[in-house]
């Protein structure tokens, strides 16, 4: 009976190696369906796996994914992440995930201008056609909002690939310069209808030098496509890194302000969930709203593998500003953590894939946690549980 049951770990440990090398990546779904390694798997007397089903996360809303709801402060749209992996690592715009909705009294027939004030050189304007002149390629980035949550499946996060103009372009240009200078970004944010969620009002403070250091950008394009009306037409900013709150859409105004300014409504909206130090009343005491590292799963499959089932459990990694080396991951907070099988980077790496293969000992809800394996990497959220998902497991 022992000799079993270490025949069968060690079996298992092998099988763990063999998925991993069977995909050489984290394998979408669709990939390993479709590809003939399974068959092969068998053939060259690799185990045989089957693809059954993805199981659905517990105790999560029953939220429509990847459609625009609502409007205004209240529109959204959730993106699905269950289909994310290396091999389509943006999202298409039009599944980009919504926190606010353009307003109905968004014009566009007027020409688009950014008041700069506050400046001690003209222009005192910024034209679009300035800003595209400035704009090119910028790479993939993720954005994350900073009241993301479990009830809508994690879905206020997604990636693009952005075209747009430095920042350190445009605050040349206008000759706002010094390291230490602080700027209010200001977006339009008036709607004809209240929201039960939000403030009005969408304007962020930074520092010069926050704005150079984590290379924010004005945006106009996103995938290859003009931004839309929802996502922030014909100009938003994008802070690499930070909190999607900070990425103001539709900007009016750049303004140079003084050094004791207060905190921005909108500031204070996310004090609480950017994790500031209580609710700053100055901006020069708000730190910079950063992703920590985090860590979640997006998927979990059901396979079949040699007469039993066995399930794969696929995530993403994103945020922080340290390249790590591994997760770990347990599925009972009684557990210990264990490495994550395969985890794995892509170039430009606004999100990293991870899977891990799992034989779950009996039927039952299990709680889906991951840690990094270098503890000292700030990571508030992941510790926190934020991310944690659950599975119900009905056939072992
Ligand atoms: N003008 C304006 N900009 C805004 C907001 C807003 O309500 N109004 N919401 C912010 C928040 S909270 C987030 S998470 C991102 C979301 O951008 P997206 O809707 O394009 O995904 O936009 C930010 N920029
Ligand atoms: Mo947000």
């Known amino acids: 009976m022992i000799k079993r049951t270490q025949n069968r770990s060690s079996r298992r440990e092998f099988l763990k190696s063999s998925f991993v090398v069977a995909g050489g990546s984290a394998l979408s779904r669709f990939q390993?369906?479709?590809?003939?390694?399974?068959?092969?798997?068998?053939?060259?007397?690799?185990?045989?796996?089957?693809?059954?089903?993805?199981?659905?996360f517990a105790g999560e809303g029953p939220i429509p994914m990847d459609?625009?709801?609502?409007?205004?402060?209240?529109?959204?749209?959730?993106?699905?992440?269950?289909?994310?992996?290396?091999?389509?690592?943006?999202?298409?715009?039009?599944?980009?995930y919504l926190r606010t909705r353009a307003s109905d009294f968004l014009r566009e027939d007027k020409p688009w201008l950014v008041k700069v004030s506050g400046a001690t050189a003209k222009p005192s304007v910024l034209e679009i056609a300035t800003i595209r002149k400035l704009s090119g390629p910028v790479g993939m980035y993720l954005m994350e909002c900073?009241?993301?949550?479990?009830?809508?499946?994690?879905?206020?996060?997604?990636?693009?690939?952005?075209?747009?103009?430095p920042m350190s372009k445009i605050l040349e240009l206008v000759h706002i310069e010094k390291p230490g200078t602080r700027v209010l970004i200001e977006g339009f944010d008036e709607y004809p209808e209240s929201s039960s969620t939000s403030l009005p009002g969408a304007s962020w403070i930074f520092t010069v030098d926050?704005?150079?250091?984590?290379?924010?950008?004005?945006?106009?394009?996103?995938?290859?496509?003009?931004?839309?009306?929802?996502?922030?037409?014909?100009?938003?900013?994008?802070?690499?890194?930070?909190?999607?709150?900070?990425?103001i859409k539709w900007i009016k105004e750049l303004r140079v302000v003084d050094e004791d300014v207060l905190a921005t409504s909108q500031m204070h909206e996310f004090a609480f969930r950017t994790m500031q130090l209580g609710e700053p009343e100055l901006a020069k005491d708000y730190r910079p709203a950063l992703m920590e590292q985090a860590a979640m799963p997006v998927r979990v499959e059901q396979w079949h593998v040699e007469g039993e089932f066995a399930y794969r459990i696929c995530g993403i990694a994103w945020g922080?500003?340290?390249?790590?080396?591994?997760?770990?991951?347990?599925?009972d907070a009684n557990d210990n953590f264990v490495s994550v099988n395969e985890f794995r980077r892509i170039a430009s790496d606004p999100w990293s894939f991870w899977s891990h293969l799992w034989w779950p000992a009996q039927r039952g809800v299990y709680s889906i946690e991951l840690r990094l394996d270098d503890d000292s990497i700030p990571a508030r959220r992941l510790k926190a549980g934020y991310y944690r998902r659950s599975v119900e497991i009905t056939e072992i």
């Open 210 to 247: 926050e704005l150079q250091s984590s290379k924010a950008f004005l945006a106009t394009s996103m995938n290859g496509s003009s931004l839309s009306r929802d996502h922030g037409s014909p100009v938003r900013l994008v802070v690499p890194g930070w909190y999607g709150c900070t990425c």
């Open 67 to 96: 459609v625009p709801m609502g409007s205004g402060l209240d529109g959204r749209l959730y993106t699905d992440l269950s289909n994310v992996g290396p091999d389509h690592p943006t999202t298409p715009n039009e599944k980009f």
């Open 32 to 56: 390993l369906l479709a590809s003939p390694i399974l068959q092969a798997q068998s053939k060259n007397g690799l185990p045989e796996a089957k693809f059954i089903k993805l199981i659905k």
């Open 320 to 331: 922080g500003s340290t390249l790590i080396s591994g997760l770990k991951i347990r599925f």
């Open 146 to 165: 900073s009241g993301n949550v479990r009830d809508a499946h994690f879905g206020l996060l997604s990636v693009a690939d952005w075209t747009g103009a």
